[in-house]
């Protein structure tokens, strides 16, 4: 007999799935909607702002998602044009102007790419607003990026954008979404205070609470009676072991399941998990990895090249540019220069796939030091390696 | 505008087509994919608009042309264009 996978629909351990029933997390979804229950009652009459914070993993992005649902369905219930706008920073570059491009390209698809600034852009969405009687939530999901990119200015903004309205209706409300507060100290004070009043808080998950979200996405991913409830245990204890990560444990199962499907074993064991284990780096998530630009993709390649010649602790900004060029050469790319190549480290060293330091004396001169803390090369460049295809492809089409 | 004004011009004929399919553009982008200059376009576009055919909405410095769904002239335009593409691609059976 062929053999059957032991998957059912993979997609629903995808990161990218919204599941309809959000496990543990209602006193949290109680006050979200609290919040917002305004803008389902006395639309235009003010707006709001929240802030969700969480570590990886906790269902920050999950939350904001649900609310965004259901307050949709309760508008359109009320005749209320309400829509809700869900926007990853990160995906967007940490750019203001692509984060309010994809909000305006809802609304006006066929909207011109380029000739305006951002500020045009916000007057222009906001004129949108007031023409077709819209009342618009937006999330910006890892508002990180958008800070460390631009500073206040775009939150200062976006958070004053009401005011300077005083006599219209108030249409635009905003949800940030953070891994930490301490990002907030970025930001001027006058932004602050205007998004810091509502605050949800995200702790991280437990192991049994990890264990009945795992068991809602079993149900739905896997067939009956290909995963045992010591599989999930183990899943779930790794998760917690992860800082209450979810993410990871969901994606721990998927990898699982790939390897069982490998072995064409007609059930998911432990052990698979473990090996999983050893593959998954929780800090990472492979479409973090998918989302960096060519170069910077080929950079990292390089630097996981170097860290697996050399078995060091630290690669000098040198080393690192000399295993990007061969990086280059091999993929037939003209090398980006240094200036860019210190910008890709920064970027790198922000999302914690990378460590950079400044050399501290003994040596001449000052250079960067970059260390990989997190992740083993040899599984970063396999990952890198599998994205660069990837993208080689779609760049050849 | 008399019919044959519009319709004896290639480059209006071309506007209002790409209008059709696309639904909403500026005035680069619909030069562009006409393959006209922004010049060209733009007094096609003025004139398509005083015969009522298109209208445009401004967004601070940028205009955005689409048929005018209020004329009715504007309207049978839309159809003549949509029905044209679609025959063309073969969505509907030849007629013997």
């Known amino acids: 007999m062929p053999y059957a996978s032991v998957f059912k629909d993979e997609a629903k351990l995808d990161i990218n799935y919204t599941p309809s029933k959000l496990q543990h997390r209602d006193s949290q979804m109680k006050l979200l909607n609290q919040y917002f229950r305004h803008a389902t009652e006395t639309p235009g009459k003010m707006t709001q702002r929240v802030i969700i914070i969480g570590k990886v993993g906790t269902g920050k992005t999950v939350l904001a998602q649900h609310l965004g649902r259901n307050i949709m369905r309760e508008a359109h219930k009320r005749n209320i044009n309400l829509h809700y706008i869900h926007v990853n920073c990160r995906q967007k570059k940490g750019s203001f102007f692509l984060i309010l491009q994809q909000i305006v390209t809802q609304f006006h698809p066929t909207f011109p790419k380029r000739g305006y600034s951002a500020e045009e852009l916000l007057q222009v969405l906001m004129q949108i607003l007031d023409e077709q009687n819209i009342y618009l939530i937006v999330t910006l999901d890892e508002l990180e990026l958008l800070i460390q990119n631009e500073g206040s200015d775009p939150l200062y903004k976006l958070s004053r954008i009401e005011e300077d309205r005083s006599k219209a209706f108030r249409r635009f409300s905003l949800i940030c979404i953070l891994r930490e507060l301490s990002w907030l100290d970025k930001l001027d004070e006058s932004t602050r205070s205007t998004l810091q009043s509502n605050i949800i808080q995200l702790d991280a998950y437990t192991q049994m609470q990890l264990q009945d979200i795992l068991n809602d996405r079993v149900a739905l991913a896997f067939k009956q009676g290909t995963i045992s409830s010591e599989t999930i245990t183990l899943a779930a204890e790794l998760g917690e072991e992860e800082g209450g990560n979810a993410r990871y444990a969901i994606e721990l199962l998927w990898r699982a399941g790939k390897y069982a499907d490998t072995e064409e074993a007609k059930e998911v064991l432990p052990e698979h998990v473990r090996k999983a284990a050893g593959n998954v780096y929780a800090g990472i998530r492979r479409d973090e990895i998918t989302a960096l630009d060519f170069h910077t993709k080929l950079f990292l390649l390089g630097i996981a090249r170097r860290f697996q010649q050399t078995g060091g602790v630290h690669l000098s900004m040198g080393e690192a540019e000399e295993a990007y060029a061969i990086a280059c050469e091999e993929f037939d790319e003209k090398p980006r220069g240094h200036t860019q190549l210190w910008k890709y480290t920064q970027e790198l060293s922000s999302f914690g796939v990378i460590k950079a330091e400044l050399s501290a004396g003994g040596q001449r001169g000052k250079t960067t030091l970059i260390g990989l803390p997190r992740i083993a090369a040899v599984d970063l460049e396999k990952e890198l390696n599998k994205a660069l295809q990837h993208a080689k492809r779609r760049y050849a089409q | ?96």
């Open chain 2, 1 to 96: 505008m008399k019919v044959e004004d519009v319709f004896s011009s290639k480059g209006k004929v071309r506007i209002m087509r790409i209008l059709s399919e696309i639904g909403e553009l500026n005035i680069s982008d619909i030069a562009r994919r006409a393959r006209l200059n922004y010049t060209t376009t733009n007094e096609h576009l003025q004139m398509l608009e005083k015969a009522g055919l298109i209208k445009h909405k401004s967004f601070g410095r940028i205009r955005i042309y689409r048929f005018n769904e209020e004329s009715a002239k504007a309207k049978a335009v839309k159809d003549l264009m949509e029905v044209w593409e679609q025959e063309d691609n073969g969505a509907y059976p030849e007629r013997v």
